[in-house]
């Protein structure tokens, strides 16, 4: 059974630092992209930020550049997503996906995902 859990979520003061991981089980996934999608309450999911294994490339939001980093484990396993200044907008169910192949930014090709974790910024 493949599984993608998400932790690290929370509660923080504007400002402050958050960094959430993504364990994966069940199958390998080293030939995949690895994803940070969120969905704040009444809008569409969107995509934050991936990491394709196989080279290591990541791509992120205009919105989160140059504040969040995405990383993965040497195992291929876990994918980390460390948020700095985070901001009242970043608050959202930050969800963590896989999809075959390279970088997309679109929901639609991710064919894995977590269940999400609570991430809530108060101003």
């Known amino acids: 059974q493949v599984q993608l859990v998400e932790s690290g979520g929370g509660l923080v003061q504007a400002g402050g630092s958050l960094r959430l991981s993504c364990v994966t089980s069940g199958r390998t996934f080293s030939s995949y992209t690895m994803a940070w999608f969120r969905q704040a309450p009444g809008k569409e999911r969107e995509f934050v930020a991936s990491?394709?294994?196989?080279?290591?490339?990541?791509h992120y939001a205009d919105s989160v550049t140059g504040r969040f980093t995405v990383s993965g484990d040497d195992a291929e396993t876990t994918v980390y997503l460390q948020m700095n200044y985070l901001k009242p907008e970043d608050t959202a169910v930050y969800y963590c996906?896989?999809?075959?192949?390279?970088?997309?930014?679109?929901?639609?090709?991710?064919?894995?995902w977590g269940q999400g974790t609570q991430v809530t910024i108060s101003s």
């Open positions: 990491i394709r294994w196989r080279t290591r490339a990541t």
């Open positions: 996906a896989a999809a075959p192949g390279g970088h997309y930014s679109e929901s639609v090709w991710y064919t894995y």
